[in-house]
């Protein structure tokens, strides 16, 4: 992937499109290492990356920076991954 889709991700981002810009399956995967069980908690294909990170209670900026490293060579690192995988309580969902 060229570093213009790390760009396209932003916070608004529907979760279905990111899915869509890497069909070799990083973002999937990416998701299963931060623990979203979409199927289990209602996965809305249009829902913005921000929107689902905030439901799983991510750190909404540290789960966009995990995305966006999709591009780099080596992928997010296992560091960057830990981040976005913390669970906040104040991201929580009403």
């Not at 992937?1 to 990111?18: D, L």
């Not at 869509?20 to 294909?45: E, I, K, N, V």
Request: with cysteine; hydrophobic share 40%; charged share 25%.
């Amino acid at each position: 992937m060229s570093s213009r889709s790390s760009q396209r991700i932003r916070g608004k981002t529907p979760i279905a499109e990111i899915l869509r810009m890497y069909p070799d399956g990083r973002a999937y995967q990416l998701m299963r290492q931060l623990h979203w069980a979409c199927a289990l908690c209602g996965f809305s294909p249009r829902e913005p990356l921000a929107m689902a990170a905030k439901k799983h209670k991510n750190s909404p900026l540290a789960v966009l920076e995990a995305f966006r490293a999709l591009d780099l060579p080596d992928g997010p690192s296992d560091e960057m991954i830990a981040r976005a995988a913390v669970r906040h309580r104040k991201y929580a969902m009403p």
